[in-house]
Each structure stands twice: as structure tokens, then as C-alpha cells.
């Protein structure tokens, strides 16, 4: 029991305004509770199931760079998707394919987002230091005490989403993935130019930024011609 707390505890206290519970946040601006739930819960079990069976395993087939550069791509699509927004008709007529789909994408993008952060490398510690005698107790502790803190995260988002204007928080959830998204991108290349091959990091980043922004402008324009259309 004092094993379970003390990492239930640990857990809980360093995902305590990490990037994934900000993430969450801006994602009830996309998917309803209970599909974040589903799918965050599902990523927490599989993550620290692999952190704390396989160790550091996990951390040394798969390059950081590589996490780094997928976990940004997937935070750029978020914020884009935000931009482009939701036609009602459609989420009526595919509501049964978007509940199966919706649980699946948070899961993708939790995984991606949480894989390699500190709370996993505080599953690994604990795996590695308990051993696999205790692997189950730490395995449930650490879950518990990750799912306890993005609970909070998933909360306050949904209370905003219910009491801020129409459009605020769908603004909010494209900073949040955005600001993320070029900034773990920025990671991910430079440990590229660092342990891969040198690469004009700086001059990548004005690239892609470029893209970027004409991208959520004509999406965005887009998006009013069509609100014009139907109004």
C-alpha cells in the first residue's frame, strides 16, 4: 500500500501542468468527455504497462528525434483541424463512426504526445528500481496517479467549454496546439542536427511555420466563405 501511494503520488504531482494536461484541455474543444476519457485512459495503460514491463526499452529503439518530430506533426494536424472545424450535418449523419473514431484519435495523440515525458520515465524508475515482483502495483499506481491529474485537465475543459462564448476555447485549443507543435518540433530537429545529420534547423522552421500559417489562413477563409454561404 505505501508503494502504491508513494507512486500514485509521484505520478500525480509530475504531470501536474505538464503539456498533456494542457492538451486535454484543448481537446474537449474537439470530442465529447467520454471519448477523451476512453481514449486517454487506454493510452495511460499502455504506456506505463510498456514503461514499467519493458523498462527503457521502449526509449532506445525508438530515436528521441523521431517522438519528437511525430508528437509535433500530430499537435500541427490538431491545431489545422481546429481551424477547420466541424460541419453539424455531417456530425449528425457519422455520429455513430466519429464515437468509434474519436477515443482512437485521443489515444494516438496522448500516446505520442506522453511518450518518452517525465511521467513515463518516472514509470521506468519505478519499474526498474521495484522490479517485476511489484511491476503490477506500480503499473495501477502510476496509471492512477496520471489519470488523476489529466482528469482535472479534461474537467476544466469541459467546464470552459460550457461557460466561455461559442469560438473561445476553439481559439484557446489552436494556441495550445500550435505553440506545442513548433516547439516540439524545434526539438526534434535540432537532436537531428545533433546525433543524425546537420540540417539548417532555423531556416526548416521558417519553412515550416510558412506553410503553416497559409495553411490556417485559407482554411480559415474557407470556413467564413462557406458560413456566408449558408447563412
Do not use: H
Not at 494536424?77 to 449528425?92: K, L, R
Not at 519553412?207 to 462557406?226: D, N, Q, R, S, Y
Request: some cysteine; aromatic content about 10%; glycine content about 10%.
Amino acid at each position: 500500500m505505501l508503494l502504491f501511494l508513494k507512486v500514485f503520488l509521484t505520478e500525480f504531482i509530475a504531470e501536474m501542468g505538464d503539456k498533456t494536461q494542457l492538451m486535454l484541455i484543448a481537446l474537449t474543444s474537439k470530442y465529447k468527455l467520454r471519448d477523451i476519457i476512453l481514449g486517454t485512459a487506454a493510452a495511460i495503460l499502455v504506456l506505463n504497462g510498456l514503461a514499467v514491463l519493458a523498462g527503457g526499452l521502449v526509449s532506445e529503439f525508438i530515436p528521441d528525434w523521431l517522438i519528437k518530430v511525430v508528437a509535433a506533426l500530430a499537435f500541427l494536424y490538431f491545431a489545422v483541424s481546429t481551424i477547420a472545424g466541424e460541419d453539424d450535418e455531417e456530425e449528425e449523419e457519422g455520429g455513430k463512426s466519429k464515437i468509434k473514431f474519436a477515443p482512437l484519435a485521443v489515444f494516438c495523440t496522448f500516446f505520442v504526445a506522453e511518450l518518452g515525458d517525465k511521467t513515463q520515465l518516472t514509470a521506468i524508475t519505478f519499474g526498474a528500481n521495484e522490479g517485476l515482483g511489484a511491476a503490477f502495483v506500480v503499473w495501477i499506481g502510476c496509471s492512477l496517479g496520471l489519470f488523476a491529474a489529466d482528469i482535472l485537465g479534461m474537467l476544466v475543459g469541459y467546464l470552459l467549454k460550457s461557460k466561455t462564448p461559442d469560438g473561445l476555447l476553439g481559439t484557446l485549443a489552436f494556441v495550445i496546439f500550435s505553440l506545442f507543435g513548433i516547439y516540439t518540433l524545434y526539438q526534434g530537429l535540432t537532436l537531428i542536427r545533433i546525433n543524425v545529420c546537420p540540417i539548417p534547423v532555423s531556416l526548416m522552421m521558417i519553412a515550416t511555420m510558412v506553410v503553416f500559417i497559409a495553411l490556417c489562413i485559407g482554411l480559415f477563409v474557407k470556413k467564413k466563405e462557406k458560413m456566408k454561404g449558408n447563412a
